[in-house]
């Protein structure tokens, strides 16, 4: 025991000092991979995302996107005659590790452009570094508004939450010809709120009346006393811009109240959970989301394939927009005339009608994608694609 | 000589920051100095944990909670502050620090006062009950953090505001971003080595020792005329007091984004582990172990989905091999110095009393 402790301490400062030595000469631990390939030939491209952790599942599939388009743009010759090498960190969905993995591929691995990440909380760490540095950043699917308005290097591919309440509002409107529409919505949760104002504004503009507007905070479990007042109005159809659980609990008790009115949501309702919540009194409901498998578009149709041949699933929506996002920067880097932070981001900002698989996207002043979305309606217990909304012009 | 005894730990402070800052970080990329940050920031946290895990023998499994509510309190200083002062949140060097510093000491006293808060009823609790108390805070705090308002960023908004919608303006369960990098190495550094030298000369002061007698043995100190919570709600209050400091580091390190989940009990515990493997009682080993289990992790990252496995298969083994952590309850520099006949042995801090 004696001669253990010194041991130890001396294998631990060994540790320390031999990693932190390497490292000005950009040798550290995390860039062996660039010693190995020669810097010419290759773009580096970085990503993170939640490999482990609570929403593992997020990251995994965001990341098989990116490694599909990844493989299909290397086949095909790389960017400019370069190959394209990704370097992916876990970020174990922790808003520290996201800013310490992108300090680490930007200014150890000196990678051109990240990917990341899925949830909004942690583009918004990344983001703030990669903003810092001058390096752009394309978040496959953090819906919050907050995330680009970090400043001109953070980008995204899917749309922001209150666009949602226009999509909703516009197919209500226009497909389904309601004229009355009655809102209840989460007053705790910026995301109800803001799909809800975007909602009503865009109802009201398209020459609809929203008959009544009530309110809940996430958690409760009884609305009768929401839904009788909203039962009192007679609308034709009834925005719930919250949640899954709270979506289900409220289709349940507008039922049993003799509620008869049709279900409209966001993709907080985008789950599994809802039909096994509300059983089949959420049948014909729709919502909007990103991307449906059924889409008959052939960019859809070839994505599905595609990745069924390589990971033998459907793709989810994480997917589609990780593999989007990826696609987007590789054709911004064939534009761009330098591979350099503001080229690249100027070569990003200026995509126009690129044809993705969650839809054609052209990237806004704000940094935002302009894209249609999709409604799912409700059938069986699974939700079935119904149409697809462009967005407003 | 005594006002240059209390003055020269802040001189020395501040001289050794600087040295960090100018003399070592240079040798280092921008990714090795925020790993040193997170190390100084680390070290803040084992080290005043152990004050209260270590001197003084209670077991709080809630110090992350402490670090929250001085990392939001200067947060909110800081950010809101700054759209006052300057119109924006970004950096402004020379009055910004000044205003950083304040924020920094404001929430080091704000989590002070929690600390009181929380320490004077439930220290007469002993033991596992403690613990539970401490936990239980810990998840109220994270609570009422993620039942705040989303962050104003608008200019004409914030001015328009009153005080007290922004003190509930604080980003909610997104996580309150947006802050100004103001912590540097100099920052960071002069706060650790001003906790250590109060912690060096708390443990071999009466008072310091009146908390080692607390641990060692509650009834025999307050037979020997000690007040024993009195001690107990000291130690919490100094420890809180710099859980807040270390709070507001974080708060304004560039890429960290404060966000109640993460400052949650799984971070006290992260702080808890830093102490135990340390020794508990001994500030070397804290700062030690402060120091390993930042630079772990990171060297473990080309491992990639199996570097927590590693991690937590080399911390089961250090505890297996040296269970009453790699000093315990002595410094580096006592280590090779063979225990005095008359002293008593004391018991490894490694089993719970």
Redesign the interface.
């Known amino acids: 025991m004696k001669l253990?402790?010194p041991v130890?301490?001396l294998g631990?400062l060994a540790?320390?000092g031999c990693?932190?030595k390497g490292?000005?000469a950009?040798a550290?631990?995390?860039s062996?991979a660039a010693s190995k390939a020669p810097e010419a030939t290759t773009i580096k491209i970085g990503e993170f995302g939640s490999?482990?952790g609570s929403e593992a599942t997020f990251g995994q599939s965001t990341h098989n996107g990116i490694l599909l388009a990844l493989e299909e743009v290397n086949a095909a010759g790389g960017v400019n005659g370069k190959k394209v090498e990704l370097k992916?960190?876990?970020d174990?969905g922790?808003?520290?590790e996201?800013?310490?993995?992108?300090?680490?591929l930007?200014?150890?691995d000196k990678v051109v452009a990240i990917l990341g990440e899925v949830a909004?909380?942690l583009s918004?760490?990344?983001g703030?570094?990669a903003q810092?540095y001058g390096i752009p950043m394309i978040s496959p699917s953090s819906t919050?508004p907050?995330v680009t308005?970090i400043g001109d290097m953070i980008f995204r591919v899917c749309f922001i939450d209150p666009y949602q309440g226009y999509v909703v509002a516009k197919f209500a409107r226009e497909n389904l010809k309601f004229s009355k529409v009655a809102v209840l919505y989460d007053q705790?949760q910026?995301y109800s709120k803001g799909l809800k104002d975007d909602f009503i504004k865009a109802f009201t503009e398209m020459g609809g009346t929203v008959t009544v507007e009530q309110s809940y905070t996430g958690g409760d479990q009884d609305f009768s006393a929401q839904l009788t007042t909203i039962k009192g109005t007679s609308p034709e159809a009834v925005f719930l811009p919250g949640y899954y659980t709270e979506a289900g609990n409220i289709s349940l008790q507008a039922k049993k109240l003799g509620l008869i009115a049709t279900m409209l949501g966001g993709d907080g309702w985008d789950s599994s959970k809802l039909a096994e919540i509300a059983g089949d009194a959420i049948e014909g409901a729709y919502y909007s989301n990103h991307y449906a498998a059924e889409d008959t578009r052939p960019e859809v149709q070839e994505f599905v394939k595609k990745y069924q041949a390589k990971y033998g699933s459907v793709p989810d929506g994480l997917a589609a927009l990780g593999y989007d996002a990826a696609r987007l920067l590789f054709d911004a880097m064939r534009r761009a005339p330098s591979l350099a932070g503001k080229d690249l981001a100027a070569a990003i900002a200026s995509t126009k009608d690129f044809p993705a698989v969650t839809g054609v996207i052209s990237i806004d002043a704000e940094r935002n994608a302009t894209k249609p979305a999709v409604v799912l309606q409700m059938k069986g217990g699974k939700p079935v694609y119904a149409a697809t909304v462009e967005p407003r012009k | 000589m005594g006002y240059l005894r209390a003055v020269s730990p802040f001189l020395g402070a501040i001289v050794l920051a600087f040295v960090m800052q100018f003399g070592v970080a240079p040798m280092f990329g921008a990714y090795y100095q925020k790993l040193l940050i997170d190390i100084g920031i680390n070290i803040v946290l084992a080290v005043s944990l152990n004050l209260v895990n270590g001197f003084a023998g209670q077991f709080s499994i809630g110090h992350a909670a402490f670090m929250a509510v001085g990392g939001y309190a200067a947060g909110a200083i800081t950010y809101y502050g700054s759209f006052h002062v300057f119109g924006d949140a970004l950096v402004h060097h020379g009055q910004g620090d000044v205003l950083f510093l304040a924020a920094t000491l404001v929430g080091g006293c704000v989590a002070a006062v929690a600390g009181w808060v929380v320490g004077l009823p439930s220290l007469r609790l002993k033991g596992d009950y403690l613990a539970i108390v401490t936990l239980g805070f810990g998840e109220i705090v994270r609570v009422l953090l993620q039942l705040t308002d989303d962050v104003m960023f608008k200019r004409a908004d914030i001015e328009a505001a009153s005080v007290g919608t922004l003190a509930l303006a604080l980003g909610g369960a997104l996580g309150f971003g947006g802050l100004p990098f103001y912590t540097s190495i100099v920052w960071t550094y002069f706060f650790a080595f001003t906790l250590l030298v109060i912690a060096v000369r708390l443990k071999t002061s009466g008072e310091g020792r009146a908390f080692l007698s607390v641990r060692e043995n509650e009834i025999a100190a307050s037979a020997m005329g000690i007040d024993t919570t009195r001690y107990k709600v000291r130690a919490f209050v100094l420890a809180a007091f710099f859980a807040g400091i270390a709070g507001s580091l974080f708060a304004h390190e560039i890429g960290t984004t404060l966000n109640p989940r993460e400052l949650g009990f799984q971070k006290s515990f992260d702080i808890v582990i830093m102490v135990v493997l340390g020794g508990m009682g001994s500030i070397s080993g804290a700062v030690l172990a402060a120091i390993v289990l930042t630079l772990l992790p990171e060297f473990l990252r080309e491992a990639a989905s199996y570097r927590m496995i590693i991690y937590a298969l080399l911390l089961i083994s250090m505890m297996i091999l040296r269970p009453q952590g790699l000093f315990g309850v002595r410094e580096v520099w006592e280590l090779y110095r063979r225990p005095k006949v008359s002293r008593p042995q004391v018991r490894p801090p490694g089993s719970l009393p």
């Not at chain 1, 996201?98 to 680490?104: L, P």
């Open positions: 253990l402790l130890i301490t631990l540790l320390t990693s932190d490292s000005p950009g550290g631990p995390g062996q490999m482990t992916s960190y876990d174990q922790k808003s520290q996201a800013g310490t993995v992108v300090t680490r930007i200014t150890e909004s909380s918004l760490a990344g703030r570094v810092q919050n907050q308005a705790g910026a």
